[in-house]
């Protein structure tokens, strides 16, 4: 049940009314992109360009589903270090006196000594990417604005994933839409 496994991760004296729920990932962009589907004239197939370079780089996002609200940050690298600025950032957009607990895969990078003061992490069970949210929302923002383009540079790719996510953060009701989950909110059970 995803109540007890949310009260078992949190600290004490933290009442389970003031938590909030985010979902947590990360997703590599570079000249290796995503090929979408393109409008066409019928009969014909369309022609798109897929550059075979290995610049990327990493956009780590959290969603919070009940407000849309969305962190992120575009990185070079996955690791511990990167994971832990993450951490930082997203327990800078707890509101005061809320708590965050933030549900994620389980990589190597996700660690529990990560955990802020008002963020707490939850693991998802293995092998099951289907119930993290961002994983959605990685693709919607893949499928609309970084598929079926080249990029110069390490710089252009990093602008690219930028004024994406920019657009994205933009989106708050698009972001609720993806993210949100009957099995998760808090609000039904209270």
């Known amino acids: 049940n995803f109540l007890e496994q949310i009260k078992q991760v949190l600290p004490d004296g933290v009442d389970i009314k003031q938590v909030d729920i985010w979902f947590q990932d990360e997703t590599r962009i570079g000249q290796q992109g995503s090929i979408t589907r ?3 004239y019928k009969g014909q197939r369309p022609r798109v360009v897929r550059q075979q370079q290995f610049e990327s780089t990493y956009l780590f996002g959290a969603f919070n589903p009940a407000t849309g609200e969305s962190v992120g940050l575009v990185l070079p690298y996955v690791n511990k270090q990167a994971m832990a600025l993450h951490m930082e950032e997203i327990s800078k957009a707890v509101p005061e006196g809320r708590h965050a607990v933030v549900v994620m895969d389980g990589a190597l990078w996700h660690q529990p ?3 802020q003061d008002n963020v707490t992490m939850l693991k998802l069970p293995p092998y099951s990417p289907e119930l993290n949210p961002a994983e959605q929302v ?11 383009r ?3 540079s390490y710089d252009a790719i990093v602008d690219a994933a930028c004024d ?6 933009n989106e708050t009701n698009l ?3 993806i993210t949100q989950r009957e099995w ?7």
């Open 150 to 152: 080249c990029f110069e």
């Open 184 to 190: 998760c909110d808090l609000s039904v059970i209270f």
């Open 38 to 40: 393109v409008w066409h």
């Open 113 to 115: 000594s990560l955990d």
């Open 175 to 177: 972001v609720r839409s």
């Open 138 to 148: 990685w693709q919607y923002l893949k499928q609309h604005w970084l598929s079926n």
């Open 164 to 169: 994406a996510w920019n657009a994205l953060c």
